[in-house]
């Protein structure tokens, strides 16, 4: 066992008490003496900062990785699961982190990349008292960074996080939040989608396309009920027979199956939406499909892959690139944006996937270089040329507002599915 294994042990088993007091946080900032240790070896890693809390009385375990504050400051959501090892959760943190930054580039976001992830099974370990353990925390960090939903969270989870910090968005919109941006993220795979197939097959119309969603949690669903209102024929996979019974719920002329399974049939389009690292040599070298286009975050497995995927003829659409609806909706609600509106605002600027997607793939066609080369660059030359000082909103110090519960602005109906534009009719 590391000495990061051993600071973020876990007992599953030992559920800490929703009334629990908070104890005193113990921050360690990991870039210092346990970073390279703690992850295995990973040195000379370029974020500005990886820190490590702790909060006994809670039973809280987070790290949160700020990997670039040059064009404002680190927006990006809280992930809460379970991990093998502690090594796992920081590198994970520090993927995701790195992901933000070339996301909210990309969208043309004035904010940097961070993302958070709290070690545990939540259905075990979540609880009101770790929850606000956990908004301190952000909160000591001035502004620094700002987070919101992921994965194992949500909106309500952010409610309880908003009453001890100003820097979360995300919650709901009885709370004075833009709500969960899950949809929005779907709707931008969707444009990403339909700018592939304008690269494939020269138009961007789904309609009777085979398309195999991989993944129907929060993102997943949305995407597959747009791609059901685009006329596209939809495979779904998830591991869990109550998500494929609630999508079948849903549609019943959706096919299901596993994972594995999805992975040989026929498609026209693989859809990723879980976890990451899902096209490894094996998906790679298997997948029958023309286009990859999906929900989840680094979704190439190993260094090689999307040349893999260049060489097989597979247009492959980068992950950072076309999920940034989210993003987009969370970047609205913290400039001041809340319920209705902050989804109406976001949706137009999401429709902007669509041209950042094409112009990628366009330009990497046209050279000779993968799309990921092409988004890194684009994204690398806009954090370049950024001045920290000038560039995004005026972060909030504590004494500009008192962190505490938001207060409704706008009607509770932000979540519903966005309208499907009329580009492609």
Known sequence: MTRSDHLLSTRESARPDDAAEPGELNAIDLVGGVFAE????????????????????TGLKAIVSLHSTALGPALGGTRFRHYGTAADAVLDSLNLARGMSY?????GL????????????????????????????????????VTSCDMGTN?????????????????????????????LTAYGVLQGMRACAAVRWGVPVLRGRRVGVSGVGKVGQ???????????????????????????????????????????????????????????????????????????????????????????????APDYVVNAGGVIHMAQEHAGTSGEFCAVHARKQVMGIYDTT???????ESTGATPCAV???????????ASH??????????????????????PDDASRMPATDQRNR
């Open 110 to 145: 004035p904010y940097g990349g961070g993302k958070a992830v709290i070690i545990g099974d939540p259905s075990v370990r979540k609880t009101r008292g770790l929850l606000r353990a956990y908004g301190r925390f952000v909160e000591s960090l001035g502004g620094r960074y």
């Open 375 to 385: 988004a890194d660059e684009l994204a690398e030359q806009r954090m370049a040329s």
């Open 38 to 57: 703690g992850t295995g070896g990973v040195r000379d890693v370029p974020h500005e900062k990886v820190l490590l809390c702790q909060d006994e009385a």
């Open 222 to 316: 949305h995407l597959v009920d747009l791609l059901v209102y685009e006329g596209a024929i939809v495979v779904a996979a998830d591991p869990r027979p109550s998500a494929l019974a609630r999508t079948r719920a849903r549609h019943p002329e959706v096919s299901t199956t596993t994972p594995p399974a999805l992975l040989h049939a026929e498609l026209d389009i693989f859809a990723p939406c879980a976890l990451g690292g899902v096209l490894d040599q094996v998906a790679v070298n298997r997948l029958r499909t023309d286009i990859i286009c999906g929900a989840a975050n680094n979704q190439l497995g190993y260094g090689g892959a999307e040349e893999r995927l260049r060489r097989r003829d597979i247009v492959y």
């Open 389 to 410: 000082a000038s560039a995004g909103p005026r972060v909030a110090d504590a004494a500009d507002e008192p962190a505490g519960p938001r207060t409704a602005a706008a």
């Open 155 to 183: 909106s309500a989870d952010m409610d309880i996080v908003g009453e001890v910090t100003c820097h979360v968005v995300g919650c709901s919109v009885k709370h004075g939040g833009g709500g969960d941006p899950s949809a």
């Open 358 to 364: 094409l112009s990628i793939l366009t330009k990497a």
């Open 103 to 107: 996301k909210n580039a990309l969208a």
